[in-house]
């Protein structure tokens, strides 16, 4: 056999360190450049159209012959190019999302409904061709569209022109220091809460086609099944778990496995394999089948109302059929790297969507990780599909890892044995119910007979889920951020991607593992103050954090969301807190109590004494009505009003201020406040602002995601958190 | 070599196309500042902690500023009071019930002995 002459080399065995993939290059380039704009703005464009100069200039450093220079200067620039029509792709998509003007405020609405969606609790319906009537008389026409949240069953034909009056407030494409990319995906520019008799239909509509198909489904899926079974069988086939008991799914995501309820990849890929199966079976040619198997799955698309997930899956199925259909070598890294460019093309901001970047991690985890891992374990003498399921489900788990801890908060510790068992089982009960459902809809007369089987196959599937609560089995409390790419560079180097041989291979992960271990440290233990406290905002509500050797300490807004605690609870790996303040009028701290417990326990509970908090001798939680300074967080506090505090923080005067503040305040080093007011800051004179709403040229979590507050040696500083 | 430039043409017409389909849905000029803010500022801050020391026994009555942490023990050494101290000495000082504050928007602790 004859050797190649890279065998002599030190550091890889081979003929390279890795395989050059053109088509991987360019699409981590589209990336880079979306990315880069997302923080420099438009001077990405120049730096990618600088790099990509500067690196067609080295073949002329290394010379290695003409043709190979002329090579290097071409990919060079076109990786410049991708890099730059990314960035230039991403500023033009964000510019037409904030073209549409800002509308704030009580206003009439009129707009044709497009979409209805259902949570537990409400009806979301989002309107085009949206028209606000101001309290002025003024007529604002605007290309984005409105998501209205009703309470309650709104039944409103689609394509009908409604119109209502609400409080509209404008989405911007940051908020709370995330980039709202489904909202600028779906062109939503604004939100809008009211009750189920406030909208008025002015014109009948008729739904599109996929919309009557979506409605054709439900009905013929909840007259034949058990309501439940209904529900879930829907959620299965179209995404829209809406109409799904909410305990049930939240034990889902709880279990790590709610993601089957998103239409993407699995779905889409059974759908394709079945369809290929029978033109296959029917001796079709490429030109006939690719273009009927593109249409069944841009109609299945449009039935689950072009979620992002469909949409996204949509387009890697077609992507790959037309690869593998145009005899393109099959090579499964080029695979995913074109449909996540195709994907990226679509529109830009998928890149700040955390579906996407979890369909992408999980398949090139399998890609990069599943076979070494298999090999591993057939080391180990297990049976071959074992080994090989086992090394799908564990680098699938591994690569999503950080995604999952730093969009969530949290993962299930228990997903991965979940994931196991249940996809496989879930899958094969999604293909016979998919075969089945379309059936039915065929022949509706036999509905009852032919969803029986998948109907018995899905209260099999989804028992152990009902049976157990998955809370307790969860990780959380800790954040990546940056430390992702030195996870995935390890996850990189441990793979078979990468030529090296055993000696430097042991000495990069080695290293990379003690940057890793290292970073972490460093990014979640607060090293090098004295003291620290944190602020974290949504829009269900505003919270001040404090770790101190006593305990936890919380200070909240007037009723916080269930949400927004309970994402707080699991991100902070909470679920007890030794004193609790809500800055708020008493009968919103009665209210606000209640929706805490059922996340965290409470071991005291700070009340201003004026605010006649109703005292019961039913609370489970001590509460203590105080009219002077009181012990808080490590240092003392005292109520100024319902709504405002001054916290004195190690020697920094901190006032917090949630709503209506007295006249006469304190000075302070530092004002937290939930909104801009320059009286207020007149008022307390402070060295530094911070808000959690936004705060034009100030320091806001609005503006910036959470913030991390410490203070050391006479210095308080504020900073960006990881997450 | 026509294999080749067949394939050059075809991957050009293709990141052509992308490059089409990425821009043309909106010719809107593009947003020129980037959507991350980020966030970090510092301020300095006194600590200080504004006590009036008064009463039978106390040998330099009046006002201290001391900094934050400073214990009940040391201020009675500051103002020489010599007596039995109500206060544990090795206790820092507490706004506790006797702070007040006072119109120019500072606290000030009235400790009587």
């Not at chain 1, 279990?255 to 001796?283: E, P, T």
């Not at chain 1, 297990?382 to 969009?407: E, H, K, N, W, Y």
């Not at chain 1, 829009?539 to 001040?544: D, E, F, R, T, V």
């Given at each position: ?11 890889y065995r081979g003929r390279r360190i890795v395989n050059f993939r ?59 190019l991708t890099c730059a029509a990314g960035s230039l792709a991403f ?633 | ?113």
């Amino acid at each position: 056999m004859k050797k190649f002459e890279g065998d002599a080399h030190l550091l890889y065995r081979g003929r390279r360190i890795v395989n050059f993939r053109p088509l991987l290059f360019l699409a981590i380039a589209f990336g880079g450049g979306i990315f880069a704009a997302y923080r420099l703005g438009m001077h990405a464009l120049w730096i990618a159209l600088a790099m990509a100069a500067a690196a067609a200039l080295l073949p002329l450093l290394f010379p290695s012959g003409r043709r190979a220079a002329v090579g290097v200067l071409l990919f060079a620039l076109a990786l410049g190019l991708t890099c730059a029509a990314g960035s230039l792709a991403f500023g033009m998509r964000t510019a037409d999302f904030e073209r549409s003007p800002v509308i704030e405020g009580e206003v009439v609405v009129a707009g044709t409904l497009e979409e209805v969606g259902r949570t537990e609790k409400t009806t979301s319906l989002t309107l085009g061709a949206v028209v606000f009537y101001t309290p002025e008389g003024e007529a604002i026409a605007s290309e984005g569209r409105i998501r209205a949240y009703a309470y309650g069953g709104a039944e409103l034909p689609l394509g009908a022109r409604v119109t209502f009056a609400a409080d509209v407030t404008s989405y911007d494409a940051v908020s709370y220091g995330r980039v709202n990319a489904s909202y600028i995906i779906d062109g939503v520019r604004y939100t809008a809460f009211l009750s189920d008799g406030d909208v008025t239909v002015l014109a009948e509509g008729t739904p599109d086609l996929f919309g009557m198909a979506n409605e054709y489904l439900r009905g013929l899926l909840f007259e034949n099944m058990e309501e439940g079974n209904a529900a879930l069988a829907f959620a299965l086939l179209t995404g829209n778990s809406g109409w799904m008991d909410g305990d049930v799914l939240q034990n889902f995501r709880y279990g790590g496995v709610a993601h089957i309820f998103a239409v993407s990849g699995m779905n889409f890929a059974i759908v394709y394999a079945a369809l290929l199966f029978l033109c296959k079976r029917l001796r079709l040619r490429a030109r006939i089948y690719v273009p009927v198997i593109a249409a069944v799955l841009i109609l299945y698309a449009g039935i689950c109302g072009f979620a992002p997930s469909a949409v996204r899956a949509l387009v890697m199925c077609l992507v790959l059929m037309l690869m593998e259909a145009g005899g393109f070598a099959y090579d499964r890294v080029n695979s995913v790297a074109v449909a996540f460019l195709a994907v990226l093309i679509v529109h830009p901001l998928y890149l700040f969507s955390v579906g996407f970047l979890l369909s992408v991690a999980a398949a090139a985890g399998i890609i990069v990780l599943g076979g070494p891992i298999a090999r591993l374990l057939s080391r180990i003498r297990l049976p071959r599909s074992l080994a090989s399921s086992l090394g799908v489900a564990v680098s699938a788990q591994v690569a999503t890892f950080p995604i999952l801890i730093d969009c969530f908060g949290y993962t299930s510790g228990i997903g991965l044995a979940l994931n196991i068992l249940f996809v496989p089982l879930v899958s094969a009960a999604y293909g016979v119910l998919f075969v089945l459902a379309l059936l039915a809809c065929i022949l509706p007369f036999a509905a009852g007979v032919l969803l029986l089987i998948p109907e018995f196959l899905l209260r099999v599937c989804i028992f152990p889920v009902l049976a157990v609560d998955f809370r307790f089995w969860l990780i959380g409390g800790f954040a990546f951020g940056s430390c992702a790419l030195l996870w995935y560079l390890l996850c990189w180097a441990l793979s078979g991607k990468i030529n090296l041989r055993p000696l430097p291979r042991a000495i990069a992960c080695t290293l990379l593992s003690a940057a890793l271990v290292v970073g972490m440290v460093f990014a979640n233990v607060p090293i090098g103050y004295e003291a620290v406290f944190t602020l974290v905002s949504d829009y269900g509500g505003s919270a001040l954090l404090v770790r101190h050797a006593g305990g936890v300490g919380l200070v909240a807004s007037g009723r916080p969301d269930g949400d927004f605690l309970e994402k707080l609870c699991l991100r902070e790996g909470i679920d007890h807190f030794s004193e609790v303040i809500f800055l708020a009028p008493a009968y919103e701290v009665n209210a606000s109590l209640p929706v805490l417990l059922q996340y965290a326990e409470a071991d005291v509970l700070y009340v201003s004494e004026e605010a006649e908090f109703p005292e019961s001798l039913f609370r489970t939680v001590e509460v203590r009505w105080e009219s002077a300074f009181f012990s808080f967080g490590g240092g003392e506090a005292v109520f100024l009003n319902e709504e405002t505090l001054y916290w004195n923080f190690g020697g920094a005067g901190v006032l917090i201020a949630m709503g209506e503040s007295p006249e006469r305040l304190p000075r302070c080093d530092l004002l937290v406040a939930e909104r801009e007011d320059a009286a207020l800051s007149a008022a307390c004179s402070p060295s530094l602002e911070v808000y959690f709403g936004p705060a034009e040229g100030k320091l806001s979590v609005y503006s910036s995601g959470s913030l991390q507050i410490g203070r050391k040696d006479g210095i308080i500083s504020v900073k960006g958190r990881v997450s | 070599m026509r294999a080749g430039l067949v394939k050059f043409i075809a991957g050009a017409a293709a990141l052509i196309l992308a490059g089409g389909a990425a821009l043309l849905p909106v010719l809107v000029p593009p947003r020129t500042d980037g959507l991350a803010v980020p966030a970090g500022q510092t301020a300095p801050f006194d600590g200080t902690l504004y006590v009036s020391v008064q009463g039978e026994g106390v040998a330099f009555p009046g006002s201290y500023a001391v900094p934050y942490g400073t214990t009940y023990g040391e201020l009675f050494a500051l103002a020489g009071f010599a007596g039995e101290s109500p206060y544990p000495p090795e206790a820092p000082v507490r706004m506790g019930q006797d702070a007040v504050l006072g119109r120019d928007g500072i606290w000030r602790v009235y400790i009587v002995v």
